[in-house]
């Protein structure tokens, strides 16, 4: 990435920052534990593994995220719901106080490191923290930088974090006591109130989703793996098993959730993974598993046994509990988090109403629609206020993170799926048999069983049918897999119901694309569902 440098090396006064306290440049991620531990922000468990909590905030804000209104990049946001903006003298009152606090803090960590595993895209980016452990967040969670590029490093953008400092919310014009502000155009990024780590990667991840298109990349929110020849992509909202699914002891992990697909191929924004731990087993997730008892890791919102070991059940004080893990703790991925160009793009979808089946092709015009669509539920935990699974339509499946209208986005993943001939999939983790509250989410096994039978290319001889309501293919069999799950209206025993709830559906689908008609070829706003109602 070509584009102007803001912060020099070793120098925070470009932003107001003259701290009154110890500066801590670029602490490895033992020193930070060990700090975070003698600050008491902080305790390790039985395997030496750093623990913290947030307190209020175990989720995303999304109701206290802004972006700045003003002349340049945010010219090219697509206001609304999600992108909310707010004002230059808003963003001016609120970073004094932030800074203000920053330089009263007895001690501030710096972390630089880079968002992007390619050299010819990345970013070179800084967190100045109040707090060690969210440097050692940061340490994990981005592409760390060697002693050389240290030494030269300059961030383009640059996140200043004060996670205590509290302000009052309608003196300052926001919504809460909490606040995260992009300023695109300034390169940097403020966050106040809130612990909730995820707030840090998710800032850079949005700002990349905005750069990045101008450039003829598309930014993903998604994993990806690899067999060594062909990749695969797994796109879908937090909860519904991207990190899961690309952990696979059989497929390399270029990474479990943001990621670029350049000419060249695909590439990790990130060097690290942050992993949903809540009801987390030996038996499902081998390799996530092993990643919390390795020292450098981080467990944010997991609570303790008496014997100081994880218990991943336990959901007391959120459903949202995460690790925190460098790529590398991981045995089975790639040495450079880059692979090829995908030859299978998969869908994911938490479906809570038990109508979408477990497996789906879709074709081209299809994949566009449901790309555009983004259907899932979002997942107890994930964010604020959410107590149980809510259909929802997140574009893109990161609407949250996607600073552009739609179609720029859909336009440039139609175009790399037709160019690299890539086979399109909607895979449920979500229900079946009746839907959310009457039945289980369906088990990881058979979505893995049907997950690796569609990459390595068994499904090519196996018969499928068209779904009459919603005009995918579905297969009638798959080795490892009940036959009669994968036909959802078999599971149910109210067919009539089925019948009402799956049309109930479909005119969600439609009533949530009438947004997106105007800027979709025909060809893909055809390619949506029908409700069908008996006579």
Not at 114 to 119: H, L, N, T, V
Request: hydrophobic letters at 35%; one cysteine or more.
């Amino acid at each position: 990435m070509q584009r102007h440098s803001r912060d020099s090396i070793h120098d925070l006064t470009s932003h107001g920052i003259s701290p009154e306290g110890k500066v801590h440049w670029n602490l490895g991620w033992e020193e930070l534990h060990s700090t975070a531990v003698e600050l008491g922000e902080a305790k390790l468990t039985s395997h030496g593994v750093l623990l913290a909590t947030t307190g209020e905030r175990t989720g995303r804000s999304p109701n206290d995220r802004f972006i700045v209104d003003e002349p340049g990049l945010a010219e090219e946001v697509w206001w609304g719901d999600v992108n909310k903006s707010t004002n230059p003298q808003t963003f001016e009152k609120l970073l004094v106080q932030v800074t203000d606090h920053l330089n009263k803090s007895p001690n501030l960590f710096v972390k630089d490191a880079y968002c992007g595993a390619d050299s010819n895209h990345r970013m070179p980016v800084r967190l100045v923290s109040e707090k060690a452990w969210h440097a050692a967040f940061m340490h994990n969670m981005f592409v760390r930088a060697s002693e050389k590029e240290l030494s030269s490093h300059v961030p383009e953008f640059t996140i200043l974090h004060a996670p205590e400092l509290r302000v009052p919310p309608k003196e300052f014009g926001i919504n809460s006591e909490v606040f995260v502000i992009l300023a695109l155009d300034r390169g940097l990024v403020i966050i106040g109130g809130t612990h909730y780590a995820g707030e840090i990667k998710k800032a850079i991840f949005t700002i990349m989703n905005h750069i990045l298109p101008i450039e003829g990349l598309l930014p993903m929110h998604c994993s990806a793996n690899t067999d060594g020849q062909n990749s695969a992509l797994f796109f879908g909202l937090s909860g519904t098993g991207k990190t899961t699914l690309s952990a696979d002891q059989n497929r390399a992990l270029v990474g479990d959730d943001e990621h670029g697909w350049s000419d060249q191929g695909v590439f990790n924004f990130e060097g690290g993974c942050y992993a949903k731990l809540i009801g987390l087993s030996k038996h499902d997730e081998p390799a996530i598993y092993e990643t919390t008892k390795i020292p450098g890791s981080i467990l944010e919102n997991v609570v303790l046994n008496a014997d100081g070991t994880p218990d991943f059940d336990n959901g007391s004080l959120t459903q949202n509990t995460r690790g925190s893990y460098p790529i590398n703790f991981i045995e089975n991925r790639t040495d450079d988090s880059m692979a090829g160009h995908p030859k299978d793009v998969v869908f994911l979808t938490c479906d809570a109403f038990g109508v979408l089946p477990p497996l789906s092709r879709l074709t081209p015009d299809q994949a566009a629609y449901h790309f555009i669509s983004g259907y899932t539920a979002k997942v107890a935990g994930t964010e604020i206020g959410v107590k149980e699974p809510q259909a929802t339509f997140s574009t893109c499946f990161g609407a949250p993170f996607m600073p552009r209208h739609p179609s720029v986005y859909a336009n440039l993943l139609s175009e790399k799926i037709q160019k690299h001939d890539a086979k399109c999939w909607l895979i449920n983790t979500g229900w079946v048999a009746g839907g959310y509250g009457e039945s289980s989410r369906i088990k990881i096994k058979w979505t893995r069983a049907l997950l690796n039978s569609a990459l390595r290319g068994d499904l090519d001889s196996v018969v499928f049918v068209d779904d009459e309501r919603f005009g995918f293919s579905i297969p009638t069999t798959c080795e490892g897999v009940p036959d009669e799950i994968l036909q959802p209206r078999q599971t149910w025993h109210d067919k009539v119901r089925y019948d009402n709830v799956a049309n109930l559906l479909a005119q969600m689908f439609i009533e949530n694309f009438e947004q997106y008609e105007s800027e979709c070829d025909p060809e893909v706003a055809d390619s949506g569902p029908s409700p069908i109602f008996s006579s």
